[in-house]
């Protein structure tokens, strides 16, 4: 048996025209992006950012209508996990959320005893190679393999979304540490263009 989901998508929605989208903001008023890594001891970090900038809000609540179908939420704050945290990753997302949410904010995190501080980018390339018979380093940025010093892969996930064509010009980029022991968070570079 096959079952059609189309009609669970928008664009087959009578009310939907996809011809004049311009944004899912009125039912979930998304602004803010956080990049952060996946490593379940450090899944604080969007709440923590939530906590520095006043105005956000996750984890934020469904909004439902008089049925009860989930109709919109009130989070303001969209969390992108990955290997590292690395912007590199996350960029398709970046360019997908302002095409939906017109995003204002992105913010990278890298976190304390992170896995990806564990070795030397090119002893994951040659695993790789060794292992799977494949090569990865046309795939991945090479700055983006490893973490080598936490200050500097910030720094360069942050100019990397700066110079990067899938992120808009106007939105302010924000970079972060976070102790995941202590739930400190300390900003290292903020690119907000004037």
């Keep these: 048996?096959?079952?059609?989901?189309?009609?669970?998508?928008?664009?087959?929605?009578?009310?939907?025209d996809q011809d004049n989208f311009d944004g899912f903001n009125f039912?979930?008023?998304?602004?803010?992006?956080?990049?952060?890594?996946?490593?379940?001891?450090?899944?604080?970090i969007p709440q923590a950012i939530a906590a520095h900038f006043p105005d956000e809000v996750y984890p934020?609540?469904?909004?439902?209508?008089?049925?009860?179908?989930?109709?919109?939420?009130?989070?303001?704050?969209?969390?992108?996990?990955?290997a590292g945290g690395r912007a590199f990753s996350a960029l398709q997302?970046?360019?997908?959320?302002e095409y939906l949410f017109h995003v204002q904010n992105v913010i990278v995190v890298h976190h304390s005893f992170c896995g990806a501080t564990g070795f030397r980018p090119e002893q994951l390339l040659e695993h790789f190679h060794?292992?799977?018979?494949?090569?990865?380093?046309?795939?991945?940025?090479?700055g983006s393999q490893a973490i080598l010093n936490?200050?500097?892969s910030v720094k360069h996930d942050v100019a990397l979304l700066r110079n990067s064509p899938a992120v808009p010009k106007n939105v302010k980029?924000?970079?972060?540490?976070?102790?995941?022991?202590?739930g400190t968070l300390t900003e290292i570079v903020r690119d907000i263009p004037v």
């Design 93 to 97: 997302s970046v360019a997908t959320m």
């Design 173 to 182: 980029l924000y970079g972060f540490f976070y102790e995941m022991n202590s």
């Design 150 to 152: 936490f200050e500097d």
């Design 60 to 82: 934020g609540e469904n909004v439902l209508d008089e049925a009860g179908n989930r109709i919109g939420h009130t989070r303001t704050l969209f969390a992108v996990s990955n």
């Design 130 to 142: 060794h292992h799977h018979h494949a090569d990865l380093a046309p795939l991945i940025e090479q």
């Design 1 to 16: 048996m096959t079952t059609n989901y189309s009609e669970y998508e928008f664009r087959t929605q009578p009310w939907f």
């Design 27 to 44: 039912a979930i008023p998304m602004k803010t992006m956080v990049i952060h890594c996946f490593d379940p001891r450090a899944a604080e």
